[in-house]
């Protein structure tokens, strides 16, 4: 399934004789850039249909084969083995209530976003129903930011192009690494050693195929350590590179301990690292400091488009992160029966997400097959889990670093940036090199002095935005939330 997903191909919208296109980087830059919506339907269908009817047998092959590995370790099925690292027995109700706390915030995003995209659309955006989902700048839109330029609460302010910057100062793979290790080593982390540049890979290669998704490598041997990444020069690169650096961290923290130890505490940790930082580095405070972010008045106006923008990433990708392991842990329990894999995917993507396709789909599709995780068996609620406590840790280094007090107005989290401040670098430190060596209570403890996830950071981070979306929906008297869909899933049978 990884070989059809990362070799898949499809042809232009307007030219079939070039078919050559591929996810990273064709498909996904049309996607981000694209305002024609014929051209995104024609992409976003297509990529379906390159990647979907190929593994739909071989998925199903693999859930047998999968589950009959967890049976033989003691496992029910593969849904428990892959929840053990938890730790809980009570994990999966701990996120229904996590999602049930945040869901008003995504609620507000979503009527507001739906309001925008209508305006530029027209009816193509139903009033009250989800959001077609080739409109929203991802191929599987869990994150918005790409459609953030018609969306700004205050369009007539500047609109922090983060991608038009790196390119405008002709950054290259090279620098965009290089300046998400100098974060690190601002705050006591590591350097990158010597043997990441010589062997990671940080281009697409010219001259073979390569699985193009992102990620880290930890070779246990306490000295190679790479990453893999088809980088191109965007934003949205940017901030992986330093999600995939935040891996590397966190292998070197801990990499004396036992080699059963070398591993996140909850594999949440793991994807929190690198996110916890990017959250310093967006701030408008930061962007200037680095030198990416000209205008030098960083007034409410400013302060709230750059928030939004930031909530277009982190709100709206927490009913994606929930949904995507919602549906396979029914479908390793086996309630989900292979004939309403894709119909019951729609019905999750539209009461989480309210997003719907932008054609009808049938149960002889299979579009879950479209997300990488899906087809290469990676977890996936370690990207919500992530989510959350990333402002829990957000919190506890901003106070650290005296940048976050929670009875100081003039120091609101989400202007915090802990570069330089080997305080908060310090504390952060303690958490990592732990490792798995402690119960992940204990660990997000030493840092935070919490035990638990915890909603409240998020909610503290985005409060200045949540008050103006409600105030701006009310005004605007739209309708929260969706009513059914028009379009959906259609079993054959
Ligand atoms: O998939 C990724 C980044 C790739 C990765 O760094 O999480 C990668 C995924 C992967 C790839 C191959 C095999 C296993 C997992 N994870 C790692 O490289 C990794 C994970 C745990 C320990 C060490 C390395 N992010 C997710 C979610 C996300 C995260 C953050 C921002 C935006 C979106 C996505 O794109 O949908
Ligand atoms: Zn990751």
């Known amino acids: 399934m990884e070989k059809i997903y990362s070799t898949a191909k499809i042809c232009a919208f307007d030219n079939n004789s070039t078919c050559d296109l591929a996810l990273e980087p ?10 024609n919506p014929e051209e995104l339907k024609h992409v976003w269908v297509e990529w379906r249909n390159a990647v979907g009817p190929h593994c739909r047998l071989l998925f199903e092959e693999y859930v047998d084969l999968s ?8 496992f029910t099925n593969t849904a428990e083995s892959w929840l053990d690292g938890y730790e809980d027995p009570q994990f999966r109700q701990q996120i229904e209530s996590l999602w049930e706390q945040l869901k008003p915030l995504y609620l507000q995003i979503h009527a507001y976003v739906r309001f925008q ?8 955006v139903s009033e009250k129903g989800p959001i077609p989902a080739h409109l929203l700048g991802n191929m599987w839109a869990q994150r918005w930011r790409n459609v953030a330029q018609f969306n700004l609460p205050y369009p ?45 890979i940080l281009e697409k290669p010219k001259d073979r195929e390569m699985v193009c998704h992102a ?11 790479r990453i893999k990444q088809c980088t191109a020069i965007t934003m949205e690169h940017f ?15 801990y990499k004396n301990q036992p080699v059963k130890f070398r591993r996140g505490a909850n594999s949440g940790f793991h994807e929190a690292v690198g996110d916890l930082i990017s959250l310093s580095v967006e701030s408008r405070k930061h962007l200037r400091k680095i030198g990416l972010l000209k205008s030098e008045s960083d007034d409410p106006e400013n302060v709230l488009n750059n928030l939004f923008q930031i909530g277009l990433d982190k709100i709206v990708f927490l009913p994606f992160g929930y949904l ?18 894709n119909c019951k995917w729609w019905e999750l993507r539209e009461k989480y997400q309210g997003v719907e396709p932008p054609v009808n789909r049938t149960d002889q599709d299979f579009d879950p097959a479209a997300k990488y995780h899906i087809i290469a068996s990676v977890p996936y609620i370690r990207y919500f889990v992530s989510f959350v406590i990333q402002f829990q840790f957000h919190r506890a280094v901003c106070e650290k670093a005296g940048q976050y007090d929670a009875n100081d107005p003039s120091k609101p989290l989400h202007e915090c940036d802990i570069y330089q401040n080997t305080e908060a670098g310090n504390a952060l430190k303690k958490m990592l090199q732990l490792g798995s060596s402690r119960p992940w209570p204990d660990a997000i403890e030493v840092l935070t002095g919490q035990r638990t996830m915890d909603a409240s950071a998020l909610l503290e981070y985005f409060k200045p935005l949540h008050k ?3 105030q701006e929906n009310k005004k605007n008297k739209v309708f929260i939330g969706w009513e059914k869909s028009t379009k959906g899933c259609v079993n054959t049978k």
């Open 468 to 470: 103006w979306l409600e």
């Open 26 to 35: 064709e498909l996904t830059q049309t996607l981000a850039n694209s305002r």
């Open 67 to 74: 589950n009959e590995a967890a049976r033989l370790n003691n």
């Open 117 to 124: 995209l209508r305006k530029k659309y027209g009816d193509v």
């Open 239 to 253: 901030t992986t590179a330093h999600h995939e650096m935040g891996h590397v961290e966190y292998f070197i923290q």
């Open 215 to 225: 990620s880290a490598w930890d070779f246990y041997d306490r000295k190679d350590f």
């Open 324 to 341: 995507m392991d919602l549906w396979r842990w029914d479908v390793f329990e086996g309630k989900i029966t292979p004939d309403e894999y």
């Open 156 to 200: 007539d302010k500047e609109e922090v192009d983060l991608t038009a910057e790196l390119r405008a100062q002709n950054y290259t793979v090279d620098k965009i690494f290089r300046t998400a290790e100098d974060f690190f080593k601002s705050i006591n982390l590591t350097e990158m050693p010597q043997t990441f540049w010589e062997r990671s």
